[in-house]
């Protein structure tokens, strides 16, 4: 390298601003940096769904260009079409963007055509359009309710789906939603899901308390049912089951959002990385974070783990240091149920088998905790505050000052509320 290293990341979101803000916070002038990306905004999704019970989606949002110029970030307004790795380049739309070093954070897409008739059938929450369109159906239902008309809504997890989480939020607050409206008995929830356990990915500790609010909610429940087809008001199961529905809500099957014909990806075109560093097997100068590498769990928090491992291991390298920060799977979340909220930290273990590479570590009750209270709102109001500000002025999530208070205040609402 002559000069300053070129570092850049593609993708403007969890995995790719927390890899870039933690580069600048680690390399100050030291390094090129450039964001590429076809979309000059932040979108908080984690608090997105809000939106179908009165939100404006403008409120998730964050203008990257102020932020990128206050940091002196070059920022490259466009879609990526390829990686060159042997010439170290990227191809865009509008041109080619050299590098030394590369963050690949494109994230995931929906992928509804795999499940016949879902495209065509169900809201899929996915984007703020989506969540407007559920949003809609929500005050349909409410109208057929005081008209004395039943409504029922089937939220539906299919497999290949790689997060639920948000699914099983928008239930809960869609029956306080509902209760507080004076409709509740006017419509019916039904949840089905091909996970063995709800929540599976994050353990029975979740899986306990969810079947306990579904059943204090009456919401009826499903486990293990695959979708293998939906009509108009009905939905197939591989169990030869069927459930009908006048809304249908759901996640569908994840993919990688780009396909790098360069690089090693999985069936679902996830690249393939090296647990610790995220550093794309076979290519020392690139990195993945984030939904576009191939971690099964797709979720913000471990989004952001893992952009912090590859910037400091990217740093650490022009530094000429030893990296600090490897991935280590823990996830965190906050459950929005609207009368109030579930917090969950999850250690996470690598089993070696293929056919379920992760698992729950049970065993580190150190770190494994769930807990159910009105107080975990403030903490996740806490989280929608804090993450769009940091990014919003340049900063990762996980470094300095601001941070250290923020997991302090975690850790003694974790101690006190969660087990």
């Not at 005081?146 to 497999?159: C, D, I, K, S, Y």
């Not at 209270?373 to 000052?401: N, Q």
């Amino acid at each position: 390298m002559n000069g300053k290293p070129r570092i850049a990341v593609l993708g403007g979101g969890f995995g790719g601003l927390e890899s870039l803000f933690y580069l600048k916070y680690k390399l100050g002038d030291r390094a090129d940096l450039t964001l590429v990306t076809d979309e000059p905004k932040f979108m908080f999704k984690p608090n997105t769904i809000y939106i179908p019970f009165g939100d404006s989606p403008e409120k998730f949002e964050v203008d990257l260009l102020r932020p990128l110029k206050k940091q002196s970030i070059n920022f490259v307004h466009s879609s990526v079409e390829n990686i060159d790795p042997d010439n170290r380049s990227v191809v865009t739309a509008g041109g080619t963007v050299d590098y030394d070093y590369l963050v690949v954070a494109t994230g995931a897409k929906m992928r509804s055509q795999e499940i016949p008739g879902l495209y065509e059938h169900a809201i899929t929450v996915w984007t703020p359009d989506d969540m407007l369109r559920l949003r809609g159906r929500i005050e349909w239902a409410k109208e057929r309710a005081h008209a004395n008309e039943r409504t029922r809504f089937l939220f539906l997890v299919p497999p290949n789906n790689k997060c639920s989480g948000p699914l099983y939020e928008l239930v809960m607050m869609l029956d306080t939603h509902l209760r507080k409206s004076g409709c509740r008995d006017s419509v019916d929830l039904v949840y089905a899901t091909k996970e063995e356990a709800f929540i599976e990915a994050f353990g029975p500790r979740l899986h306990t308390v969810v079947t306990d609010e579904f059943r204090q909610r009456n919401i009826e429940g499903h486990k293990g049912f695959i979708v293998t087809g939906v009509e108009a008001g009905n939905v197939s199961f591989q169990n030869g089951e069927h459930l009908s529905y006048d809304v249908l809500v759901s996640f569908p099957p994840y993919v990688a959002s780009a396909a790098f014909e360069h690089l090693p990806t999985d069936d679902r075109g996830f690249i393939q990385v090296e647990n610790g560093s995220r550093r794309v097997v076979g290519h020392d100068r690139i990195f993945a974070a984030g939904d576009a590498a191939n971690f099964p769990i797709k979720q913000a928090f471990l989004a952001l783990l893992q952009g912090d491992a590859a910037g400091d291991h990217i740093a650490a390298e022009v530094l000429g240091q030893k990296p600090t920060v490897d991935f280590e799977p823990m996830s965190m979340c906050v459950m929005e149920e609207f009368n109030k909220a579930t917090f969950a930290q999850v250690p996470l273990k690598y089993t070696g088998d293929p056919a379920k590479p992760i698992a729950v570590d049970t065993e580190d009750e150190a770190h494994y905790k769930v807990g159910v209270s009105p107080l975990w709102r403030l903490g996740k109001s806490v989280l929608g505050l804090y993450l769009p500000w940091r990014f919003g002025h340049g900063k990762p999530f996980h470094a300095g000052f601001a941070w250290e208070a923020m997991d302090l205040g975690l850790k003694v609402m974790s101690k006190v509320l969660a087990n």
